[in-house]
Structures are given as structure tokens and as C-alpha cells.
């Protein structure tokens, strides 16, 4: 069975390790001790804690779209129609090609914080061969 360290979930969940702790301090996750007194969350309780939406932000926008990638600016190419940008969200890379002009009223500058909204039909899903399998 898949076991996750504190900082492995935290990474999964997008929050600090010290949200981790909290949630886990609280009641809201559960976790074991390995051995050596770490922490660890069960890949299951995991997966379920984050289909369940838990770790989401209750406010955010009403969406269909579930794949939301929040993060910093870190390229913008314009020109006189369309606009390339590019969010850094965590370990991901996202790139967006948009109309200038919506580049423009989203005020979007490097350095500043967006969202990424994905919804797609096609998505392919890969696997390291990592040791949580």
C-alpha cells in the first residue's frame, strides 16, 4: 500500500507541510509513524481526502472546470492580437495562448499571481515507475 511523508502530500495537496501537520494534528487526515517517528499518510485516505475537496478553499470561483492551477506569472510574449503567458504553479508549467486584449484586462504581468483554469477532453496520464507505486 502506497504511503505518502508529510512533505510528499503536502507537495500533492499544493499547501505547506506545516497545513499538513495541522490537518493531520486535527483530525482532518490520518497518519501512522514510520519506524524513525515520521509521519506518513495512506495512499487511499489520501486520494480520498483530496477527491473529497478538503484541502480546496471554499470561496474560490464556481466552476466545471476541476483542474485549477494557482501560481506566479513567469513569461509574457505580446503582440498585436494574441498574447503567450506562462504560470508557474508549483512543479507545473502552464502555458496560455489568449487574445492580447484578455492578456491586457487581466492586468497580467511577470511576477504577478494567477490562476490557471484547465478543462480538457484529452488528458494523458503518465507514471514514473516511483516507489509509491
Known amino acids: 500500500m502506497p504511503t505518502f511523508q508529510i512533505s510528499e502530500a503536502a507537495e500533492l495537496l499544493g499547501v505547506s507541510a506545516d497545513t499538513?501537520?495541522?490537518w493531520v494534528d486535527a483530525g482532518r487526515l490520518g497518519a501512522s509513524r514510520d519506524?524513525?517517528?515520521?509521519?506518513l499518510l495512506d495512499g487511499a485516505d489520501l486520494a480520498a481526502f483530496?477527491?473529497?475537496g478538503s484541502?480546496?478553499?471554499p470561496d474560490r470561483h464556481r466552476s466545471s472546470a476541476r483542474n485549477r492551477f494557482h501560481g506566479l506569472v513567469t513569461?509574457?510574449?505580446?503582440d498585436t492580437v494574441m498574447a503567450?503567458?506562462?504560470v508557474q504553479?508549483?512543479?507545473h508549467r502552464i502555458v496560455s495562448l489568449m487574445s492580447r486584449e484578455a492578456a491586457d484586462e487581466l492586468g497580467l504581468e511577470v511576477g504577478a499571481t494567477a490562476t490557471a483554469v484547465v478543462k480538457?477532453?484529452?488528458v494523458i496520464v503518465e507514471t514514473s515507475g516511483d516507489r509509491h507505486a
Do not use: F, K, L, Y
Not at 35 to 39: K, N
Open 20 to 22: 499538513v501537520r495541522r
Open 35 to 39: 519506524a524513525s517517528g515520521r509521519r
Open 50 to 52: 483530496m477527491r473529497e
Open 55 to 57: 484541502h480546496q478553499d
Open 75 to 78: 513569461g509574457i510574449v505580446r
Open 84 to 86: 503567450q503567458v506562462e
Open 89 to 91: 504553479a508549483g512543479p
Open 120 to 122: 480538457s477532453t484529452n
